[in-house]
């Protein structure tokens, strides 16, 4: 999407079927930082055995609450950062293709510029209904909820609103094998009804797969749309000047069809087949190669900035949405989900000289990152159409997951 200013439940991992397994690696290992503690954790399973858990403060918040950052360190030496501000996912450190670790992924270096400047919603997590919803309104159990319309000239509301859930301090817990953040929404937070108790779940294995594992339970019907909003250069986050991510070749393996947009890009509920359009990546392309499109679709969005439909789909397995390899590092990122659909952006709307200065000390700039962002169709809670609405009712349990599995070249 562009850019905005403005437990117990038992996930099985090793699933064949359904986990995706990356060529172990060796390579160089890093210091870990000073934290207020770190602890090595012993499992049975060898994907997670000897993995490090640490923590450290990352600043606090304008209402005085601290916000921590938690790292997960693999057996080999990968790792990824986790804030509890907006159960964010700030870094991703993996090897290249010469074993040198490489963060690729775009954030900032404490909690400050993700509260005061929260441009583009970095690697938060994205609720309670991600992407967009037409004129902010929509009837649940014949009830008619307005929420706030922080987009589009306030003709939309996106990623829940400036008080979306990337923009809340989650409780952190950690666990044998990752990371559990939990919130609970209360009924008529930022519009939406319901008590509702959400958690997050990180888990990072011993072959570079980062699990992202959503649950939510509600007291009484409403509307869920969970993602995550990591913007990704695997040719390392250093890279922040405008179009360094276009070398990147993109594979998009099961989408052959994407929702159509209308002007201020919402979908109109009719399919465009990808076939014959700059938007088909079922054989990989060069981001480079197609970006520059005069489709109509292209131009709205001022690059990628579409839903893709994912073939097959059907809310359990988990199917390979993406695969993004850049040359320079050798390091490939595959996105797998349980999803109907993802959102494929080129970071069109970065750039704006609101933002902050990012990790490296450098503004992030136009189409300097990419996202992949699984999700229900956008808006579908309106859309005649799309036939999952991302509607949670009353006793029941939202489950949904998302798999970035990261792999080098030998």
């Not at 040359?327 to 952006?345: A, D, M, R």
């Amino acid at each position: 999407m562009p850019i905005d200013f403005n437990p117990h439940f038992m996930f099985n991992l090793n699933n064949n079927n359904q986990s995706q397994k990356i060529v172990h690696q060796e390579f160089l290992k890093t210091q870990p930082p000073k934290d207020t503690y770190t602890k090595t954790i012993k499992v049975d399973d060898n994907n997670y055995a000897g993995i490090k858990i640490s923590k450290k403060s990352f600043g606090k918040l304008k209402n005085g609450e601290k916000a921590f950052l938690y790292t997960i360190t693999n057996k080999n030496g990968a790792s990824v950062d986790l804030s509890t501000f907006g159960a964010t996912l700030t870094s991703v450190r993996v090897p290249d293709k010469n074993g040198k670790l490489v963060d690729v992924t775009q954030g900032y270096d404490s909690v400050t510029p993700y509260e005061t400047a929260p441009v583009g919603h970095a690697g938060g997590t994205i609720g309670p209904y991600a992407n967009k919803i037409s004129d902010g309104k929509f009837t649940l159990n014949n009830t008619e909820y307005t929420l706030e319309c922080n987009k589009d000239n306030g003709k939309t509301h996106s990623h829940g609103g400036t008080q979306g859930l990337d923009v809340k301090n989650w409780k952190a817990e950690p666990l044998k094998d990752g990371i559990k953040f939990t919130y609970l929404k209360k009924d008529m937070e930022s519009g939406y009804p319901a008590n509702v108790e959400t958690s997050v779940v990180y888990k990072f294995d011993n072959d570079n797969n980062l699990h992202i594992l959503y649950n939510a339970k509600t007291d009484k019907d409403t509307i869920i749309n969970l993602t995550n909003h990591t913007y990704f250069n695997l040719d390392g986050a250093e890279n922040t000047s405008e179009n360094s991510v276009l070398d990147h070749t993109v594979t998009l393996p099961n989408s052959s069809k994407i929702t159509r947009n209308s002007k201020i890009a919402v979908p109109t509920g009719e399919f465009t087949e990808v076939e014959n359009t700059p938007f088909d990546f079922r054989t990989p392309k060069k981001i480079g190669d197609v970006i520059n499109s005069d489709h109509e679709q292209i131009k709205i969005g001022s690059g990628f900035d579409q839903n893709y439909c994912i073939d097959n789909y059907d809310g359990k397995t988990l199917i390979e949405a993406a695969s993004v390899k850049s040359e320079k590092t050798g390091i490939t990122l595959k996105v797998s989900t349980n999803l109907p659909g993802f959102q494929f952006y080129t970071a069109n709307h970065l750039g704006k000289s609101a933002q902050p200065a990012g990790k490296s000390g450098s503004r992030y700039e136009k189409r300097s990152s990419l996202c992949v962002e699984p999700q229900f169709y956008p808006n579908a809670i309106n859309t005649e159409n799309f036939k999952e609405k991302g509607i949670l009712k009353a006793g029941e349990e939202y489950n949904r997951e998302i798999v970035y599995s990261f792999s080098t070249d030998k």
